[in-house]
């Protein structure tokens, strides 16, 4: 399965956008981009996922670049609850499917 | 559904015994998920099943550790001898996987404290 790297920590304002960026140069055809997210305390919870296309849902957007080498996880209006670890993860599809976590962006919400 | 459960929510043994944690997935999931989560070294993937058959165990630290999905709804993984290494939190996780939406659900964990 292919790497990921992650910014350690970003902070951000209540209220702004957030965008987390993640590299994944090696991935390869097959495999997808997810992100998740840990609340302290929680199991770690499903955001989004993509292939190649950008996507959007209630939670967040994700933007893959052209070449899939790197992503960026966008929060549109970053709130106090949105203080988490926030995990990208490349993982194949079909059978193969298995999510291997790395470790992750602490993002910090400041009022 | 309640989601994935995991039992107990917390365990406190001594050094030496058994120790069994229990999950239930999400009924209809064929994925399941074994994660142990410590400040040193994140959240590692320990095993998981789909349909009930062990794909992947690479994670599993040591013979001591085992893990079994006898059915759909049920797991344990079985710690024995524990050892105080062996203290993390414990999260179980199932999905679809690309049968249907990829996305897992995690348990709110098992906090293992071993002494």
């Known amino acids: 399965d292919a790497k990921t790297t992650q910014p350690t920590s970003m902070d951000c304002a209540e209220g702004r956008a957030a965008n987390l960026p993640c590299n994944h140069s090696?991935?390869?055809?097959?495999?997808?981009v997810y992100w998740y997210r840990q609340i302290h305390s929680q199991g770690p919870q499903y955001i989004i996922h993509?292939?190649?296309n950008n996507e959007t849902n209630e939670m967040a957007s994700l933007i893959i670049t052209e070449d899939r080498k790197s992503s960026t996880l966008i929060l549109p209006h970053a709130t106090l609850r949105d203080t988490a670890v926030y995990y990208c993860?490349?993982?194949?599809?079909?059978?193969?499917?298995?999510?291997?976590f790395g470790k992750g962006t602490l993002l910090t919400v400041n009022p | 559904d309640a989601g994935v459960i995991q039992s107990p929510r917390h365990e406190v043994t001594e050094m030496g015994q058994e120790v069994t944690l229990r999950c239930k997935p999400i009924?209809?999931?064929?994925?399941l998920f074994w994660y142990r989560q410590t400040m040193m070294r994140g959240l590692e993937l320990l095993i998981y099943f789909n349909n009930n058959v062990p794909i992947d165990d690479s994670g599993m630290p040591e013979d001591r550790f085992s893990a079994k999905m006898p059915n759909a709804s049920f797991s344990t993984l079985k710690i024995q001898p524990s050892e105080p290494r062996d203290s993390a939190v414990y999260f179980c996780?199932?999905?679809?996987?690309?049968?249907?939406?990829?996305?897992?659900?995690f348990g709110q964990g098992t906090r293992l404290t071993v002494v």
């Open positions: 009924s209809g999931h064929d994925y």
């Open positions: 090696t991935i390869s055809g097959n495999e997808y």
């Open positions: 996780a199932s999905s679809l996987g690309f049968s249907g939406d990829p996305e897992a659900f």
């Open positions: 993860i490349v993982a194949r599809g079909g059978s193969n499917y298995k999510l291997t």
């Open positions: 993509g292939l190649k």
